[in-house]
């Protein structure tokens, strides 16, 4: 059974940082790319970064130069390392294990975690 656990989401003033983390289980995770979405209220749930088995990242150009995925696969663990926030980032935040196909991240229909809540106050 896949299980995908995500932590580290709050209440944070803008300009503050936050690090997410995504803890996966009954998957070969070193050999899964990862990818973070995120959702906010009336809007579609878009991906923030993706990080390959290889380490190769894509990221959403409104997130370039602020957020940082990475992995530890020891850990069985991928992080999102979110800086300069903004009101704009809030939303629940979502952890994908998925493909890595082409340079371009696709995401699994079915594996997806509960997701973190994230707000960023003005």
């Known amino acids: 059974q896949v299980q995908l656990v995500e932590s580290g989401g709050g209440l944070v003033q803008a300009g503050g940082s936050l690090r997410l983390s995504c803890a996966a289980s009954?998957?070969?995770?070193?050999?899964?790319?990862m990818g973070w979405y995120r959702q906010a209220p009336g809007k579609r749930r878009e991906l923030v970064a993706a990080?390959?088995?290889?380490?190769?990242?894509v990221y959403a150009d409104s997130v370039k130069g602020r957020f940082t995925i990475s992995r530890d696969n020891a850990k069985n663990t991928v992080y999102l390392q979110m800086n300069t926030l903004k009101p704009e980032d809030t939303a629940v935040y979502y952890c994908?294990?998925?493909?890595?196909?082409?340079?371009?991240?696709?995401?699994?229909?079915?594996?997806w975690g509960q997701g973190t809540q994230v707000t960023v106050s003005s």
């Open positions: 009954g998957i070969i995770f070193s050999l899964n790319a």
């Open positions: 990080i390959s088995s290889g380490g190769s990242t």
């Open positions: 994908n294990a998925g493909k890595w196909i082409g340079g371009t991240y696709v995401y699994s229909h079915d594996y």
